[in-house]
């Protein structure tokens, strides 16, 4: 779910730093999958070293957005609701 509604959020194009966003969730993805291998197939301190610099750098990425970010358009959102 969260991966997804990053994706939505990043198409929409409304936020300045979406691209952050984007970022955080392809990260999240990354660990999901490199765990999966990690975990059931092929063990490696190596994999741990990525997942753990991976889910570092997404969360790293995912507060950064929600503290540097701006709405692109201010005056669009006002209209929206007059």
Same mark, same amino acid.
């Given at each position: 779910?969260?991966?997804?509604?990053?994706?939505?959020?990043?198409?929409?194009?409304?936020?300045?730093?979406?691209?952050?966003?984007?970022?955080?969730?392809?990260?999240?993805?990354?660990?999901?999958?490199?765990? #999966?291998?990690?975990?059931?197939?092929?063990?490696?301190?190596?994999?741990?070293?990525?997942?753990?610099? #991976?889910?570092?750098?997404?969360?790293?990425?995912?507060?950064?957005?929600?503290?540097?970010?701006?709405?692109?358009?201010?005056?669009?959102?006002?209209?929206?609701?007059?």
């Amino acid at each position: 779910m969260f991966s997804a509604f990053s994706f939505i959020i990043y198409v929409t194009d409304r936020y300045e730093k979406s691209l952050y966003l984007f970022i955080a969730a392809s990260c999240t993805l990354f660990v999901d999958a490199l765990l #999966a291998v990690n975990e059931l197939y092929f063990y490696s301190r190596v994999f741990t070293v990525l997942i753990n610099i #991976a889910e570092i750098s997404g969360i790293y990425f995912f507060a950064s957005f929600f503290i540097e970010t701006k709405l692109k358009d201010p005056a669009s959102k006002e209209e929206s609701f007059f």
